[in-house]
Protein backbone atom coordinates (compact mmCIF):
# COMPACT_ATOMS: atom_id res chain seq x y z
CA UNK A 1 0.00 0.00 0.00
CA UNK A 2 1.09 3.69 -0.86
CA UNK A 3 2.42 5.46 2.43
CA UNK A 4 -0.03 8.32 0.95
CA UNK A 5 -2.87 6.32 1.65
CA UNK A 6 -1.96 4.43 5.09
CA UNK A 7 -4.33 5.05 7.95
CA UNK A 8 -2.86 4.08 11.36
CA UNK A 9 -2.39 4.79 14.81
CA UNK A 10 0.80 5.10 17.48
CA UNK A 11 0.41 4.39 20.97
CA UNK A 12 3.36 5.91 23.61
CA UNK A 13 2.73 5.44 27.11
CA UNK A 14 6.60 4.89 27.55
CA UNK A 15 7.26 8.21 29.99
CA UNK A 16 5.56 8.04 33.03
CA UNK A 17 4.21 11.52 32.44
CA UNK A 18 2.62 10.94 29.11
CA UNK A 19 0.23 9.26 27.42
CA UNK A 20 0.23 10.04 23.60
CA UNK A 21 -2.04 8.75 20.74
CA UNK A 22 -1.27 10.18 17.28
CA UNK A 23 -3.41 9.01 14.34
CA UNK A 24 -1.46 9.18 10.26
CA UNK A 25 -3.78 9.42 8.14
CA UNK A 26 -3.20 9.78 4.26
CA UNK A 27 0.37 11.78 5.30
CA UNK A 28 -1.56 14.06 7.61
CA UNK A 29 -1.05 13.48 11.52
CA UNK A 30 -3.19 14.55 14.17
CA UNK A 31 -2.06 14.19 17.99
CA UNK A 32 -3.63 14.30 21.53
CA UNK A 33 -2.50 13.53 24.61
CA UNK A 34 -2.27 13.85 28.42
CA UNK A 35 0.34 14.94 30.90
CA UNK A 36 -1.26 13.38 33.70
CA UNK A 37 1.46 11.89 36.02
CA UNK A 38 0.87 7.98 35.69
CA UNK A 39 -2.36 8.83 34.19
CA UNK A 40 -2.17 5.94 31.58
CA UNK A 41 -4.62 3.63 32.46
CA UNK A 42 -7.32 6.46 33.23
CA UNK A 43 -6.46 8.55 30.01
CA UNK A 44 -5.39 6.11 27.17
CA UNK A 45 -8.83 4.45 26.09
CA UNK A 46 -10.38 8.21 25.90
CA UNK A 47 -7.44 9.04 23.55
CA UNK A 48 -7.93 6.85 21.55
CA UNK A 49 -11.83 6.71 21.27
CA UNK A 50 -11.38 10.90 20.71
CA UNK A 51 -8.60 10.57 17.98
CA UNK A 52 -10.43 8.50 16.04
CA UNK A 53 -13.97 10.24 16.58
CA UNK A 54 -12.63 13.65 15.82
CA UNK A 55 -11.50 11.95 12.60
CA UNK A 56 -14.41 10.15 11.70
CA UNK A 57 -12.40 7.16 11.53
CA UNK A 58 -13.97 3.30 13.07
CA UNK A 59 -10.87 1.74 14.25
CA UNK A 60 -11.42 -1.61 12.10
CA UNK A 61 -10.48 1.13 9.22
CA UNK A 62 -7.15 1.10 10.65
CA UNK A 63 -4.36 0.01 8.70
CA UNK A 64 -2.71 -1.01 11.55
CA UNK A 65 -1.48 -0.01 15.25
CA UNK A 66 1.56 0.51 16.57
CA UNK A 67 2.85 0.83 19.73
CA UNK A 68 6.09 2.41 21.18
CA UNK A 69 7.65 -0.83 23.09
CA UNK A 70 10.15 1.41 25.47
CA UNK A 71 12.67 1.66 26.81
CA UNK A 72 10.27 3.47 29.60
CA UNK A 73 7.56 2.85 32.25
CA UNK A 74 7.33 -1.16 32.81
CA UNK A 75 3.69 0.23 33.74
CA UNK A 76 2.67 2.18 31.63
CA UNK A 77 4.21 0.08 28.57
CA UNK A 78 1.93 -2.69 30.00
CA UNK A 79 -1.34 -0.65 29.50
CA UNK A 80 -0.38 0.59 25.84
CA UNK A 81 0.49 -3.35 24.89
CA UNK A 82 -2.81 -4.83 26.73
CA UNK A 83 -4.94 -2.51 25.45
CA UNK A 84 -2.93 -2.44 21.26
CA UNK A 85 -2.88 -6.26 22.27
CA UNK A 86 -7.10 -6.51 22.28
CA UNK A 87 -8.03 -4.02 20.10
CA UNK A 88 -5.53 -6.05 17.80
CA UNK A 89 -7.17 -9.18 18.80
CA UNK A 90 -10.84 -7.85 17.92
CA UNK A 91 -10.76 -5.71 14.71
CA UNK A 92 -7.91 -8.17 13.34
CA UNK A 93 -5.26 -5.25 12.88
CA UNK A 94 -1.60 -5.99 12.67
CA UNK A 95 0.55 -4.78 15.28
CA UNK A 96 4.09 -2.68 14.73
CA UNK A 97 6.57 -2.14 17.57
CA UNK A 98 8.44 0.83 18.10
CA UNK A 99 11.54 1.05 19.84
CA UNK A 100 12.65 4.41 21.43
CA UNK A 101 16.35 3.60 21.03
CA UNK A 102 16.16 2.94 17.51
CA UNK A 103 14.04 5.97 16.50
CA UNK A 104 16.62 8.23 18.10
CA UNK A 105 19.61 6.01 17.09
CA UNK A 106 18.02 6.68 13.29
CA UNK A 107 17.97 9.80 13.87
CA UNK A 108 21.11 10.61 15.49
CA UNK A 109 23.87 8.18 14.32
CA UNK A 110 23.71 10.08 10.74
CA UNK A 111 23.86 13.45 12.01
CA UNK A 112 26.84 13.06 14.31
CA UNK A 113 30.86 12.64 13.62
CA UNK A 114 31.59 10.26 16.91
CA UNK A 115 32.69 6.89 16.61
CA UNK A 116 30.73 6.14 20.22
CA UNK A 117 27.57 7.16 21.18
CA UNK A 118 25.38 6.55 24.21
CA UNK A 119 21.62 7.30 24.48
CA UNK A 120 20.43 8.18 27.25
CA UNK A 121 16.57 8.38 28.71
CA UNK A 122 15.07 8.84 31.98
CA UNK A 123 14.33 5.87 34.17
CA UNK A 124 12.98 5.67 37.62
CA UNK A 125 15.02 6.42 41.44
CA UNK A 126 17.78 8.26 38.98
CA UNK A 127 18.73 5.71 36.95
CA UNK A 128 18.94 6.12 32.51
CA UNK A 129 18.09 3.35 30.18
CA UNK A 130 20.88 3.41 27.77
CA UNK A 131 22.28 2.06 24.46
CA UNK A 132 25.92 2.40 23.40
CA UNK A 133 26.72 2.18 19.59
CA UNK A 134 29.39 1.49 17.63
CA UNK A 135 29.49 3.79 14.91
CA UNK A 136 30.00 1.73 11.50
CA UNK A 137 30.22 -1.91 13.18
CA UNK A 138 26.55 -2.36 13.08
CA UNK A 139 26.54 -3.33 17.21
CA UNK A 140 25.19 -1.90 19.57
CA UNK A 141 24.52 -2.64 23.81
CA UNK A 142 21.65 -1.59 26.01
CA UNK A 143 21.57 -1.60 29.37
CA UNK A 144 20.55 0.14 32.51
CA UNK A 145 22.85 2.60 34.84
CA UNK A 146 22.96 5.68 37.13
CA UNK A 147 25.26 8.28 36.63
CA UNK A 148 27.98 7.32 37.97
CA UNK A 149 27.99 4.21 36.91
CA UNK A 150 27.08 5.43 33.02
CA UNK A 151 30.16 7.12 33.96
CA UNK A 152 32.61 4.67 34.38
CA UNK A 153 31.13 2.62 31.81
CA UNK A 154 31.81 4.99 29.13
CA UNK A 155 34.71 7.22 30.38
CA UNK A 156 35.65 9.02 26.74
CA UNK A 157 32.26 10.35 26.83
CA UNK A 158 32.91 14.49 26.29
CA UNK A 159 29.70 16.20 24.62
CA UNK A 160 26.42 15.58 26.22
CA UNK A 161 23.44 16.47 23.19
CA UNK A 162 19.97 16.83 24.43
CA UNK A 163 17.62 15.67 21.92
CA UNK A 164 14.09 15.73 22.08
CA UNK A 165 12.05 12.95 19.98
CA UNK A 166 10.28 13.91 17.31
CA UNK A 167 7.04 12.11 16.41
CA UNK A 168 7.74 12.19 12.44
CA UNK A 169 10.69 9.95 13.27
CA UNK A 170 8.08 7.42 14.96
CA UNK A 171 5.69 7.72 12.29
CA UNK A 172 8.14 7.36 9.66
CA UNK A 173 9.67 3.87 11.22
CA UNK A 174 6.10 2.91 11.80
CA UNK A 175 5.51 3.07 7.90
CA UNK A 176 9.19 1.57 7.10
CA UNK A 177 8.17 -1.24 9.01
CA UNK A 178 5.07 -1.79 7.73
CA UNK A 179 6.93 -1.21 4.12
CA UNK A 180 8.91 -4.36 5.04
CA UNK A 181 6.12 -6.22 6.66
CA UNK A 182 7.94 -6.29 9.95
CA UNK A 183 5.08 -6.93 12.30
CA UNK A 184 4.86 -8.32 15.66
CA UNK A 185 2.85 -11.57 16.35
CA UNK A 186 -0.11 -10.20 18.37
CA UNK A 187 -0.82 -12.11 21.13
CA UNK A 188 2.80 -12.47 22.23
CA UNK A 189 4.03 -9.02 21.85
CA UNK A 190 5.08 -7.45 24.96
CA UNK A 191 7.07 -4.92 25.74
CA UNK A 192 11.34 -4.20 25.99
CA UNK A 193 12.01 -4.55 29.60
CA UNK A 194 15.34 -4.00 30.49
CA UNK A 195 17.09 -4.70 33.51
CA UNK A 196 20.57 -4.41 35.14
CA UNK A 197 23.17 -6.28 33.28
CA UNK A 198 27.14 -6.75 31.88
CA UNK A 199 27.50 -4.42 28.86
CA UNK A 200 29.63 -6.45 27.63
CA UNK A 201 27.17 -9.50 27.30
CA UNK A 202 24.51 -7.39 25.94
CA UNK A 203 26.06 -6.74 22.80
CA UNK A 204 22.94 -7.59 20.33
CA UNK A 205 23.76 -7.05 16.50
CA UNK A 206 22.22 -4.08 15.04
CA UNK A 207 18.16 -4.47 14.36
CA UNK A 208 18.07 -1.20 12.96
CA UNK B 1 -27.39 -11.70 28.64
CA UNK B 2 -23.54 -12.82 27.84
CA UNK B 3 -21.24 -11.38 30.04
CA UNK B 4 -17.25 -11.76 30.12
CA UNK B 5 -15.53 -11.04 32.99
CA UNK B 6 -11.96 -10.28 33.43
CA UNK B 7 -10.07 -10.84 36.75
CA UNK B 8 -5.79 -10.20 37.13
CA UNK B 9 -5.86 -8.68 40.89
CA UNK B 10 -3.13 -11.21 41.42
CA UNK B 11 -1.67 -14.06 40.01
CA UNK B 12 -4.46 -15.33 38.04
CA UNK B 13 -5.66 -14.50 34.76
CA UNK B 14 -8.90 -15.55 34.62
CA UNK B 15 -11.95 -14.91 31.91
CA UNK B 16 -15.13 -16.35 31.84
CA UNK B 17 -18.26 -15.91 30.04
CA UNK B 18 -21.47 -16.51 32.07
CA UNK B 19 -24.95 -15.70 30.85
CA UNK B 20 -27.90 -14.48 32.88
CA UNK B 21 -25.74 -14.37 36.01
CA UNK B 22 -25.06 -17.97 36.43
CA UNK B 23 -24.73 -20.34 33.49
CA UNK B 24 -20.94 -20.60 33.31
CA UNK B 25 -20.49 -21.17 29.28
CA UNK B 26 -16.46 -20.81 30.48
CA UNK B 27 -14.21 -20.09 33.10
CA UNK B 28 -10.17 -20.24 31.92
CA UNK B 29 -8.13 -19.61 35.06
CA UNK B 30 -4.34 -19.54 34.40
CA UNK B 31 -2.23 -19.84 36.85
CA UNK B 32 1.36 -18.68 37.59
CA UNK B 33 1.76 -20.95 40.92
CA UNK B 34 5.08 -21.95 38.83
CA UNK B 35 6.39 -18.93 38.36
CA UNK B 36 6.40 -17.73 41.76
CA UNK B 37 6.68 -21.03 43.77
CA UNK B 38 10.88 -20.78 43.62
CA UNK B 39 10.03 -17.16 45.13
CA UNK B 40 8.32 -18.71 48.07
CA UNK B 41 5.48 -16.09 47.27
CA UNK B 42 3.92 -13.96 44.47
CA UNK B 43 6.37 -11.42 42.54
CA UNK B 44 4.45 -8.44 41.87
CA UNK B 45 6.08 -7.75 38.97
CA UNK B 46 6.77 -11.44 37.34
CA UNK B 47 2.81 -11.77 37.77
CA UNK B 48 2.03 -8.61 35.84
CA UNK B 49 4.47 -9.62 33.00
CA UNK B 50 2.64 -13.14 32.75
CA UNK B 51 -1.01 -11.51 32.59
CA UNK B 52 0.22 -9.35 30.06
CA UNK B 53 1.51 -12.46 27.96
CA UNK B 54 -1.11 -14.69 28.01
CA UNK B 55 -4.10 -12.12 28.45
CA UNK B 56 -5.14 -12.39 24.44
CA UNK B 57 -4.72 -16.34 24.67
CA UNK B 58 -6.80 -16.80 27.47
CA UNK B 59 -9.43 -14.25 25.86
CA UNK B 60 -9.27 -16.34 22.40
CA UNK B 61 -9.80 -19.85 24.78
CA UNK B 62 -12.84 -18.55 26.98
CA UNK B 63 -15.00 -17.75 24.06
CA UNK B 64 -13.80 -21.01 22.26
CA UNK B 65 -15.02 -22.95 25.09
CA UNK B 66 -18.17 -20.78 25.33
CA UNK B 67 -18.71 -21.40 21.46
CA UNK B 68 -19.52 -17.82 21.22
CA UNK B 69 -18.12 -14.87 19.18
CA UNK B 70 -16.92 -11.12 20.64
CA UNK B 71 -20.42 -10.24 18.77
CA UNK B 72 -22.09 -11.99 21.40
CA UNK B 73 -20.93 -10.58 24.26
CA UNK B 74 -23.39 -8.09 25.85
CA UNK B 75 -21.01 -6.37 28.90
CA UNK B 76 -17.38 -7.06 29.99
CA UNK B 77 -17.18 -7.02 34.04
CA UNK B 78 -13.83 -6.46 35.17
CA UNK B 79 -11.99 -5.88 38.98
CA UNK B 80 -10.96 -2.65 39.13
CA UNK B 81 -11.02 -2.43 42.80
CA UNK B 82 -8.24 -4.70 44.46
CA UNK B 83 -5.22 -6.09 44.02
CA UNK B 84 -1.89 -5.45 42.76
CA UNK B 85 -2.07 -2.07 40.45
CA UNK B 86 0.35 -3.66 38.23
CA UNK B 87 -1.75 -6.92 37.53
CA UNK B 88 -5.24 -4.80 37.52
CA UNK B 89 -4.13 -2.40 35.10
CA UNK B 90 -3.54 -5.06 32.54
CA UNK B 91 -7.27 -6.21 32.73
CA UNK B 92 -8.46 -3.33 32.98
CA UNK B 93 -6.80 -2.05 29.86
CA UNK B 94 -7.95 -5.38 27.99
CA UNK B 95 -11.70 -5.14 29.43
CA UNK B 96 -11.80 -1.41 27.83
CA UNK B 97 -10.75 -2.00 24.77
CA UNK B 98 -12.80 -4.76 24.51
CA UNK B 99 -15.77 -2.49 25.65
CA UNK B 100 -14.83 -0.07 23.00
CA UNK B 101 -14.79 -1.86 20.29
CA UNK B 102 -18.16 -3.98 20.71
CA UNK B 103 -19.17 -0.86 21.72
CA UNK B 104 -20.66 -2.38 24.69
CA UNK B 105 -20.82 -1.35 28.47
CA UNK B 106 -18.19 -1.71 31.08
CA UNK B 107 -18.72 -2.39 34.54
CA UNK B 108 -16.19 -2.13 37.69
CA UNK B 109 -16.79 -4.67 40.37
CA UNK B 110 -14.62 -5.58 43.64
CA UNK B 111 -12.65 -8.31 43.82
CA UNK B 112 -14.06 -9.32 47.27
CA UNK B 113 -17.77 -8.52 46.08
CA UNK B 114 -17.25 -11.11 43.45
CA UNK B 115 -16.22 -13.35 46.32
CA UNK B 116 -19.43 -12.88 47.68
CA UNK B 117 -21.21 -13.49 44.42
CA UNK B 118 -19.15 -16.73 43.45
CA UNK B 119 -21.70 -18.46 46.08
CA UNK B 120 -24.76 -16.77 44.68
CA UNK B 121 -24.03 -18.40 40.80
CA UNK B 122 -25.11 -22.10 41.72
CA UNK B 123 -26.65 -22.15 45.33
CA UNK B 124 -30.19 -20.73 44.49
CA UNK B 125 -30.96 -21.22 47.80
CA UNK B 126 -28.62 -18.18 49.40
CA UNK B 127 -31.33 -15.54 49.79
CA UNK B 128 -30.81 -12.67 51.81
CA UNK B 129 -29.49 -11.53 54.74
CA UNK B 130 -27.04 -13.93 55.69
CA UNK B 131 -23.53 -13.88 56.82
CA UNK B 132 -20.69 -14.19 54.50
CA UNK B 133 -17.19 -15.18 55.40
CA UNK B 134 -14.39 -14.07 52.72
CA UNK B 135 -10.86 -15.96 53.34
CA UNK B 136 -7.96 -16.16 51.33
CA UNK B 137 -4.39 -15.11 51.01
CA UNK B 138 -5.48 -11.52 50.90
CA UNK B 139 -8.57 -11.14 52.88
CA UNK B 140 -10.50 -12.66 55.64
CA UNK B 141 -13.52 -11.02 56.61
CA UNK B 142 -17.00 -11.16 58.31
CA UNK B 143 -19.53 -9.34 56.22
CA UNK B 144 -23.44 -9.69 56.70
CA UNK B 145 -25.25 -9.71 52.92
CA UNK B 146 -28.30 -7.69 53.54
CA UNK B 147 -29.15 -7.47 50.02
CA UNK B 148 -27.85 -7.31 46.66
CA UNK B 149 -24.73 -4.40 46.97
CA UNK B 150 -25.60 -3.80 51.29
CA UNK B 151 -22.89 -4.74 53.60
CA UNK B 152 -22.39 -4.80 56.69
CA UNK B 153 -18.72 -5.65 57.54
CA UNK B 154 -18.72 -7.12 61.18
CA UNK B 155 -15.21 -8.52 61.22
CA UNK B 156 -11.74 -8.17 59.75
CA UNK B 157 -8.67 -9.29 60.46
CA UNK B 158 -6.09 -7.26 62.63
CA UNK B 159 -2.59 -8.65 60.63
CA UNK B 160 -2.84 -11.68 58.65
CA UNK B 161 -5.20 -13.03 56.79
CA UNK B 162 -5.94 -16.95 57.58
CA UNK B 163 -5.08 -17.72 54.04
CA UNK B 164 -1.78 -15.77 54.42
CA UNK B 165 -0.96 -17.58 58.03
CA UNK B 166 -1.29 -21.08 55.61
CA UNK B 167 1.31 -19.78 53.11
CA UNK B 168 3.53 -18.75 55.66
CA UNK B 169 4.07 -21.66 57.89
CA UNK B 170 4.13 -23.70 54.75
CA UNK B 171 7.29 -21.42 53.13
CA UNK B 172 8.93 -21.86 57.04
CA UNK B 173 8.26 -25.29 56.55
CA UNK B 174 9.95 -25.66 53.32
CA UNK B 175 6.45 -26.84 51.97
CA UNK B 176 6.37 -24.76 48.49
CA UNK B 177 3.63 -21.87 47.53
CA UNK B 178 1.07 -21.82 47.70
CA UNK B 179 0.50 -23.30 51.33
CA UNK B 180 -3.17 -24.02 51.74
CA UNK B 181 -3.82 -27.34 49.48
CA UNK B 182 -0.37 -28.63 51.18
CA UNK B 183 -1.10 -28.46 54.61
CA UNK B 184 -4.66 -29.61 53.59
CA UNK B 185 -3.51 -32.90 51.92
CA UNK B 186 -0.95 -33.46 54.63
CA UNK B 187 -3.30 -33.15 57.47
CA UNK B 188 -5.63 -35.79 56.18
CA UNK B 189 -2.80 -38.41 57.71
CA UNK B 190 -1.80 -35.96 60.88
CA UNK B 191 -3.91 -36.00 64.31
CA UNK B 192 -5.25 -32.64 64.99
CA UNK B 193 -5.16 -32.88 68.67
CA UNK B 194 -1.77 -33.84 69.14
CA UNK B 195 -0.21 -29.90 69.44
CA UNK B 196 -2.01 -27.32 70.74
CA UNK B 197 -2.39 -23.77 69.66
CA UNK B 198 -4.12 -20.94 70.36
CA UNK B 199 -7.59 -19.71 68.70
CA UNK B 200 -6.92 -16.33 68.61
CA UNK B 201 -9.39 -13.57 69.82
CA UNK B 202 -12.38 -16.69 70.05
CA UNK B 203 -13.13 -15.71 73.42
CA UNK B 204 -13.70 -11.95 72.54
CA UNK B 205 -17.14 -10.58 71.42
CA UNK B 206 -15.79 -9.03 68.49
CA UNK B 207 -15.81 -10.57 65.12
CA UNK B 208 -12.01 -9.28 63.97
CA UNK B 209 -9.84 -11.72 63.64
CA UNK B 210 -5.66 -12.14 64.16
CA UNK B 211 -3.62 -15.36 62.91
CA UNK B 212 -0.08 -14.03 62.73
CA UNK B 213 -0.38 -14.88 67.21
CA UNK B 214 -0.74 -18.16 65.68
CA UNK B 215 1.99 -17.95 63.41
CA UNK B 216 4.36 -17.47 65.72
CA UNK B 217 3.34 -19.91 68.45
CA UNK B 218 3.53 -22.66 65.77
CA UNK B 219 7.20 -21.73 64.33
CA UNK B 220 8.14 -21.72 68.04
CA UNK B 221 7.04 -25.09 68.38
CA UNK B 222 8.88 -26.14 65.54
CA UNK B 223 11.91 -24.66 66.34
CA UNK B 224 11.89 -26.55 70.13
CA UNK B 225 11.89 -29.62 68.33
CA UNK B 226 14.97 -31.60 67.02
CA UNK B 227 14.26 -31.69 62.85
CA UNK B 228 14.07 -35.21 63.10
CA UNK B 229 11.02 -34.52 65.22
CA UNK B 230 9.91 -32.51 63.38
CA UNK B 231 10.17 -34.05 59.87
CA UNK B 232 8.32 -37.52 62.25
CA UNK B 233 5.49 -34.91 63.60
CA UNK B 234 5.27 -32.99 60.40
CA UNK B 235 1.34 -34.03 59.66
CA UNK B 236 0.47 -33.68 63.21
CA UNK B 237 1.84 -30.34 63.83
CA UNK B 238 -0.04 -29.06 60.22
CA UNK B 239 -3.40 -30.97 61.40
CA UNK B 240 -3.12 -29.24 64.57
CA UNK B 241 -2.24 -25.97 63.44
CA UNK B 242 -5.47 -26.11 60.32
CA UNK B 243 -7.47 -26.92 63.24
CA UNK B 244 -6.74 -23.74 65.01
CA UNK B 245 -7.17 -21.63 62.08
CA UNK B 246 -10.68 -23.38 61.17
CA UNK B 247 -11.84 -23.91 64.35
CA UNK B 248 -11.55 -20.07 64.73
CA UNK B 249 -13.12 -18.99 61.56
CA UNK B 250 -16.12 -21.32 62.26
CA UNK B 251 -16.79 -20.26 65.71
CA UNK B 252 -16.64 -16.55 64.89
CA UNK B 253 -18.94 -16.81 62.09
CA UNK B 254 -21.38 -19.09 64.41
CA UNK B 255 -21.50 -16.41 66.70
CA UNK B 256 -21.63 -13.42 64.19
CA UNK B 257 -24.81 -16.00 63.16
CA UNK B 258 -26.58 -16.00 66.48
CA UNK B 259 -25.81 -12.30 67.85
CA UNK B 260 -27.30 -11.07 64.58
CA UNK B 261 -29.93 -13.97 64.57
CA UNK B 262 -29.07 -15.06 60.67
CA UNK B 263 -29.48 -18.03 59.59
CA UNK B 264 -27.71 -18.85 56.90
CA UNK B 265 -23.86 -18.62 56.22
CA UNK B 266 -21.88 -18.72 53.04
CA UNK B 267 -17.85 -19.15 53.51
CA UNK B 268 -16.13 -18.08 49.83
CA UNK B 269 -12.25 -17.69 49.08
CA UNK B 270 -9.72 -19.79 48.32
CA UNK B 271 -9.66 -20.90 51.95
CA UNK B 272 -13.12 -21.78 51.76
CA UNK B 273 -11.95 -24.72 49.47
CA UNK B 274 -9.65 -26.62 52.62
CA UNK B 275 -11.38 -29.92 52.84
CA UNK B 276 -11.15 -29.88 56.95
CA UNK B 277 -12.80 -26.14 56.83
CA UNK B 278 -15.63 -27.17 54.91
CA UNK B 279 -16.09 -30.31 57.37
CA UNK B 280 -16.01 -28.54 60.34
CA UNK B 281 -18.61 -25.58 59.47
CA UNK B 282 -21.12 -28.21 58.28
CA UNK B 283 -20.85 -29.97 61.31
CA UNK B 284 -21.04 -26.87 63.62
CA UNK B 285 -23.62 -25.38 61.64
CA UNK B 286 -25.62 -28.58 61.77
CA UNK B 287 -25.50 -28.06 65.47
CA UNK B 288 -26.95 -24.88 65.62
CA UNK B 289 -29.63 -25.39 63.21
CA UNK B 290 -27.59 -23.08 60.61
CA UNK B 291 -27.65 -23.79 56.51
CA UNK B 292 -23.83 -23.10 55.41
CA UNK B 293 -22.84 -22.83 51.55
CA UNK B 294 -19.70 -23.00 49.83
CA UNK B 295 -19.27 -22.08 45.86
CA UNK B 296 -17.53 -24.95 43.77
CA UNK B 297 -14.33 -25.81 44.29
CA UNK B 298 -13.28 -23.90 40.86
CA UNK B 299 -14.95 -20.71 42.18
CA UNK B 300 -13.30 -20.69 45.25
CA UNK B 301 -9.75 -19.54 44.09
CA UNK B 302 -9.48 -15.96 42.04
CA UNK B 303 -11.79 -16.63 39.23
CA UNK B 304 -13.46 -14.53 36.74
CA UNK B 305 -16.40 -16.18 36.50
CA UNK B 306 -17.60 -14.40 39.99
CA UNK B 307 -16.55 -11.14 38.26
CA UNK B 308 -19.34 -11.92 35.45
CA UNK B 309 -22.12 -12.48 38.03
CA UNK B 310 -21.18 -9.96 40.07
CA UNK B 311 -21.28 -7.94 36.55
CA UNK B 312 -24.81 -9.32 35.86
CA UNK B 313 -26.81 -7.58 38.91
CA UNK B 314 -24.12 -4.37 38.84
CA UNK B 315 -25.39 -4.36 35.10
CA UNK B 316 -29.29 -5.02 36.23
CA UNK B 317 -28.97 -1.81 38.68
CA UNK B 318 -27.39 1.04 35.93
CA UNK B 319 -23.86 0.17 38.05
CA UNK B 320 -22.25 0.84 34.70
CA UNK B 321 -18.29 2.27 34.24
CA UNK B 322 -16.62 4.94 31.65
CA UNK B 323 -13.59 4.30 29.53
CA UNK B 324 -11.51 6.73 31.74
CA UNK B 325 -11.70 4.01 34.52
CA UNK B 326 -9.04 3.93 37.21
CA UNK B 327 -7.70 1.05 39.16
CA UNK B 328 -7.59 0.87 43.20
CA UNK B 329 -5.12 -1.50 45.27
CA UNK B 330 -7.42 -2.05 48.32
CA UNK B 331 -10.86 0.03 47.89
CA UNK B 332 -13.18 -0.61 50.68
CA UNK B 333 -16.51 -2.72 49.97
Known amino acids: MMKEKLKFLVIDTSDENLTSVTFYNSGKVYLKNSTEERGHIKNLMPLIRDVLFENSISISDLDFIAVVEGPGSWTGLRIGFATVKVLCLINNLKLIVI ?110 | MIILGIETSCDDTSISIVRNGNEVLSNIVWNQNKTHEIYGGIVPELGARRHLQVINLVIKEALDKASISFQDIDAVAVNNQKGLIRSLVVGVSAAKALAYSLNIPLIPVHHIEGHIYSNLIENKNLTFPHICLTVSGGHNLLVIVNNHFEYEIIGNTLDDAAGEVLDKVARFLGLGFPGGPVIDRLSKDGDRKKFHFPRPMIEESNFDFSFSGLKTAVTRKVQQLADSETSYELNNLLASFQEAVVETLAEKTINACKKHNLKQISVVGGVSANSRLRELFIEKSSKNGLEVFFPSLSFTTDNAAMIACLGYYKYKNHSLGNLDLEVHSNLGL
Open chain 1, 99 to 208: NNFDVFQKNFENKNNSTEIVILINSSNLNYYYRYILKGSGEYADGIGSIKTLEEKFPKIEKINFIRPNLNEYINLAIEKFEHKRFQNVDSAEPYYISTGDIKSNFTKAKV
